[in-house]
């Protein structure tokens, strides 16, 4: 089975690649409270183009047979097992609902400890004895455009000039999110909270009143637990329907049952590599967990200490844990002959240039709508 995450790296093929050809705007932004950074100057690569990708799934050209199934169903079942297992989807997922979230309100920044804890701030000299930050730093700054590296709210504020022979400029974030780790406690709604000032500082507590003398407070989160860089246009009040960047050996937990490790414990799962993801045409209207999105990873997937490489594009739709389409590549050059494999709590179906039709890489056979085998492998 190919892989097209090569064909997105191709710049001569004009298709912006995940990283890299990037655009200068400054230095890299500051980390905010939670793990998270906003866009004080940066560098921003230019999106990557998925509508090639898109098209893909949308009109896939392969027309499948046993002989092709042969050939690419156990690494279909190897890729939809990575990443059904490791959720790196939901771990995404979760940072871009946050930021959109945080657009939509307008949350401001407020000073995390010290003796104005709670109250709005510009910066950390308006917190004595404190920092001032949201859970996301934001803050649009333009990449290119007459109003290069200055704020901006959306694309409207990074106009061109026609004259002096310069291109209008994007309004885009940069989120630098410090992933949870492996600590079990992080489920547990007063984690890394501690004592900031008074006789028990450093204590852990649950509110003030645990803090003589002092202020509760949520420390940041540790910096060893790797970090998921993020890239996002800023449109129509939120995020643009592209979003890309890095994982730098993000580690963070799967529960095996329920919202945490009570029940049954949990999985030790990592993610490095390159992402890109597209929230389709309803992102501004419609809840994000409710979409289906479009993935492109290349990178290598960890779970419970066995670590494998993963280059692939799939489709995931957060709130339906057991929805899966996975894009395969069969041809030369990339994307030039794919069809859909997907999988569905009423079983696994193919869709090809013929149609769609029933399909169980367990059984190795695929079926019409009466059950009556079309061909087997």
């Given at each position: 089975?190919?892989?097209?995450?090569?064909?997105?790296?191709?710049?001569?093929?004009?298709?912006?690649?995940?990283?890299?050809?990037?655009?200068?705007?400054?230095?890299?932004?500051?980390?905010?409270?939670?793990?998270?950074?906003?866009?004080?100057?940066?560098?921003?690569?230019?999106?990557?183009?998925?509508?090639?990708?898109?098209?893909?799934?949308?009109?896939?050209?392969?027309?499948?047979?046993?002989?092709?199934?042969?050939?690419?169903?156990?690494?279909?079942?190897?890729?939809?097992?990575?990443?059904?297992?490791?959720?790196?989807?939901?771990?995404?997922?979760?940072?871009?609902?946050?930021?959109?979230?945080?657009?939509?309100?307008?949350?401001?920044?407020?000073?995390?400890?010290?003796?104005?804890?709670?109250?709005?701030?510009?910066?950390?000299?308006?917190?004595?004895?404190?920092?001032?930050?949201?859970?996301?730093?934001?803050?649009?700054?333009?990449?290119?455009?007459?109003?290069?590296?200055?704020?901006?709210?959306?694309?409207?504020?990074?106009?061109?000039?026609?004259?002096?022979?310069?291109?209008?400029?994007?309004?885009?974030?940069?989120?630098?999110?410090?992933?949870?780790?492996?600590?079990?406690?992080?489920?547990?709604?007063?984690?890394?909270?501690?004592?900031?000032?008074?006789?028990?500082?450093?204590?852990?507590?649950?509110?003030?009143?645990?803090?003589?003398d002092g202020t509760c407070v949520e420390a940041r989160p540790d910096s060893a637990n790797g970090s998921l860089d993020l890239f996002m246009t800023v449109d129509s009040g939120g995020i643009g329907r592209v979003v890309w960047g890095t994982a730098a050996q993000c580690l963070y937990l799967v529960p095996n049952e329920g919202d945490d490790c009570e029940a049954a414990g949990c999985s030790e799962a990592s993610y490095d590599g390159g992402v890109a993801l597209d929230l389709g045409p309803d992102w501004v209207s419609e809840d994000i967990s409710e979409l289906p999105v479009t993935f492109v990873v290349e990178g290598n997937i960890g779970f419970d200490g066995d670590d494998s490489g993963i280059n692939q594009s799939f489709r995931v739709v957060l709130a339906d844990e057991s929805g899966l389409v996975i894009l395969v590549d069969i041809g030369d050059p990339a994307l030039e002959e794919t069809f859909n494999y997907i999988f569905a709590e009423t079983g696994q179906a193919i869709r090809d240039a013929t149609g769609l039709f029933g399909c169980s890489l367990e059984d190795s056979r695929c079926f019409d709508e009466d059950g009556t085998t079309l061909f087997s492998w």
């Amino acid at each position: 089975m190919r892989y097209l995450f090569g064909f997105l790296c191709v710049c001569a093929l004009g298709v912006m690649p995940l990283v890299g050809c990037s655009e200068t705007t400054g230095e890299g932004g500051s980390g905010g409270d939670g793990g998270s950074g906003g866009t004080a100057g940066i560098d921003v690569p230019l999106a990557p183009d998925l509508q090639p990708v898109l098209e893909a799934y949308a009109n896939p050209t392969a027309v499948v047979t046993s002989e092709i199934m042969a050939a690419v169903a156990d690494e279909i079942a190897a890729a939809a097992e990575k990443i059904q297992d490791s959720e790196i989807f939901a771990e995404i997922l979760k940072v871009i609902t946050d930021v959109q979230q945080e657009l939509e309100n307008a949350t401001a920044r407020t000073c995390k400890g010290g003796s104005n804890n709670g109250n709005v701030c510009t910066d950390d000299a308006d917190c004595p004895g404190g920092t001032c930050g949201s859970d996301l730093v934001l803050g649009g700054v333009c990449s290119g455009g007459t109003n290069d590296g200055g704020d901006c709210a959306d694309d409207t504020d990074c106009p061109g000039d026609p004259d002096a022979g310069i291109d209008p400029g994007t309004c885009a974030v940069r989120i630098n999110y410090i992933c949870p780790g492996w600590d079990e406690e992080q489920f547990d709604p007063d984690y890394l909270k501690t004592c900031n000032g008074g006789a028990n500082a450093g204590s852990t507590c649950t509110d003030d009143a645990d803090c003589p003398d002092g202020t509760c407070v949520e420390a940041r989160p540790d910096s060893a637990n790797g970090s998921l860089d993020l890239f996002m246009t800023v449109d129509s009040g939120g995020i643009g329907r592209v979003v890309w960047g890095t994982a730098a050996q993000c580690l963070y937990l799967v529960p095996n049952e329920g919202d945490d490790c009570e029940a049954a414990g949990c999985s030790e799962a990592s993610y490095d590599g390159g992402v890109a993801l597209d929230l389709g045409p309803d992102w501004v209207s419609e809840d994000i967990s409710e979409l289906p999105v479009t993935f492109v990873v290349e990178g290598n997937i960890g779970f419970d200490g066995d670590d494998s490489g993963i280059n692939q594009s799939f489709r995931v739709v957060l709130a339906d844990e057991s929805g899966l389409v996975i894009l395969v590549d069969i041809g030369d050059p990339a994307l030039e002959e794919t069809f859909n494999y997907i999988f569905a709590e009423t079983g696994q179906a193919i869709r090809d240039a013929t149609g769609l039709f029933g399909c169980s890489l367990e059984d190795s056979r695929c079926f019409d709508e009466d059950g009556t085998t079309l061909f087997s492998w």
